[in-house]
């Protein structure tokens, strides 16, 4: 029996998100479908996280056992061969039995794009959230700056999740531009439901002057779930996830 990580990308308008789900077509699915037919059968196959519907992913890890033993540049590229077009392989590596995609996980990064243009883009429809509001970014850095640490993010977590530890850490979270596109990218050790979509809501309320950046701290502290304004799915990405060893 052999382990494997492999490291995947995937466009996720057509998805209902990643986990496996019934009556929903799910990137967890196709993943599934296709490790069937590389492999024959699978066993503890295992994502790195759940994404929401219309969410993307630069680089998703799972991981799966099988009797079947092979390379690991021949398994990207079988992959490849079974995949849709909106999902791709680009990473296998052998890993220890005890290894596990969710669980390993020390850090993540996300990056939310904001295309701030004044009219629409077609191209960037699915990729982004179009808003053509000037955007103040030195306001937005600010309050970003105060999400920093080890937070109880209650206050940010959407209603319905079932998570009771809402205590996460953050290590970096940052707006920048280049052009009309502006990039959000915030790291972690974990997030919760909605938790990136539901800051960049508040910090364009930030940038709006509905919310003052010294106000972070005391949405932080009043530890209320909220059902504040969560940024549309299309624009955030999931872009990397580190694991100690590999």
Partial sequence: MQKYLVRIKYKGSAYSGYQRQQNAHTVGEEVFRCLKSVFGEVDSLSGCSRTDKGVHALDYAVSFNSERVLPEASVVRAMNANFPGDISAFYCAYVPESF???????????????????????????????????????????????????????????????????????????????????????????????????????????????????????????????????????????????????
């Fill in 100 to 246: 596990h995609a969710r669980y390993d996980v020390i850090s993540k990064e996300y990056v939310y794009k904001i295309y701030n243009g004044g009219t629409p883009d077609p191209f960037w429809k699915d990729f982004s959230f179009f808003y053509p509001s000037a955007l103040d970014l030195g306001k937005m850095n600010q309050a970003a700056a105060h999400l920093l640490g080890t937070h109880d993010f209650t206050s940010f977590m959407a209603a319905g999740s079932k998570v009771t530890d809402c205590v996460r850490t953050i290590y970096s979270a940052c707006f920048d531009r280049d052009g009309e596109v502006v990039t959000f990218r915030i790291s972690g050790n974990g997030f919760l439901y909605k938790m990136v979509r539901l800051i960049v809501g508040t910090l364009l309320y930030v940038s709006e002057g509905k919310i003052l950046p010294e106000e972070i701290p005391s949405i932080l502290e009043s530890r209320v779930q909220t059902n504040g304004f969560a940024a549309p799915p299309q624009g955030l990405y999931l872009n990397g996830v580190t694991y100690e060893r590999e």
